[in-house]
C-alpha cells in the first residue's frame, strides 16, 4: 500500500466557509490546522509566507482554528479574535498580526490589534466576549479532529495529511510533486 493510501485525509474539504488565500482553482491546496500560540506554527509563520511567494498561484493556503486550549491558554480567544476580524473582512491582516506578536496575546491585546486593523473596536470586543465566533472555531477543531490532527502546525496538501518535515524545501517539493500529479 502506498504512503498516500495510508496517509490520513481532510474529512471537510476546503469550501466557502474556509478562509482561503490564492486561487481555488490552483494546482495545489496547502490546509494549515494552526494555534495561534503554538511556537511550532510561530516557526511556521514565516515558511507559510515563503512557500506563498515562491509558489504564486499555483497555491492555495487555507488556514483552519485549532486551539490546544490545555496547553496555550490564550489560543482559543486568539482564534475567535481572527474570526472576529474575518467578520469584518480582516481575517488575514489579524491572522498575521496573530502571529507576529505570539508573544502577547490576551484579551487587551487583541482588542489593540482590532483597532489598529482600523477594525470596529466595539463590535469586535462585545463578539470576543459574547463568544460570537466560538462556533466557528469549534467546527475547525471538530474537523481537524475527524481529520486525524493531534497536534499543531499539521498540514494537508491536496486533501491528504503530510507528515514530513515543515521545513521550506522539503514542503516546496511535496508543494510541487502534489501539483504536477494533479
Not at 524545501?169 to 510541487?176: G, H, I, N, R, S
Request: aromatic content about 10%; hydrophobic content about 40%; proline content about 5%.
Amino acid at each position: 500500500m502506498s504512503r498516500r493510501a495510508t496517509a490520513a485525509a481532510l474529512t471537510l474539504p476546503v469550501g466557502e466557509r474556509d478562509h482561503a488565500q490564492g486561487p481555488a482553482d490552483a494546482p495545489v491546496t496547502l490546509v494549515e490546522y494552526g494555534d495561534y500560540e503554538c511556537p511550532h506554527c510561530g516557526r511556521a509563520y514565516p515558511i507559510v509566507k515563503q512557500l506563498r511567494q515562491r509558489l504564486g498561484r499555483r497555491l492555495r493556503f487555507v488556514f483552519r482554528n485549532f486551539p490546544l486550549r490545555e496547553s496555550h491558554p490564550h489560543a482559543q480567544h486568539a482564534a475567535e479574535a481572527a474570526e472576529a476580524a474575518g467578520a469584518q473582512g480582516k481575517f488575514w491582516e489579524m491572522h498575521d498580526r496573530l502571529f507576529e506578536r505570539q508573544f502577547a496575546l490576551d484579551d487587551d491585546y487583541l482588542i489593540e490589534y482590532a483597532g489598529d486593523l482600523g477594525l470596529d473596536a466595539a463590535r469586535f470586543r462585545r463578539e470576543l466576549d459574547a463568544g460570537t465566533h466560538a462556533p466557528r472555531v469549534r467546527e475547525d477543531f471538530r474537523s481537524g479532529v475527524t481529520s486525524g490532527v493531534n497536534g499543531t502546525p499539521t498540514f494537508f496538501i491536496n486533501g491528504v495529511r503530510y507528515d514530513e518535515s515543515w521545513d521550506l524545501e522539503p514542503l516546496v517539493a511535496a508543494l510541487d510533486q502534489a501539483a504536477a500529479t494533479r
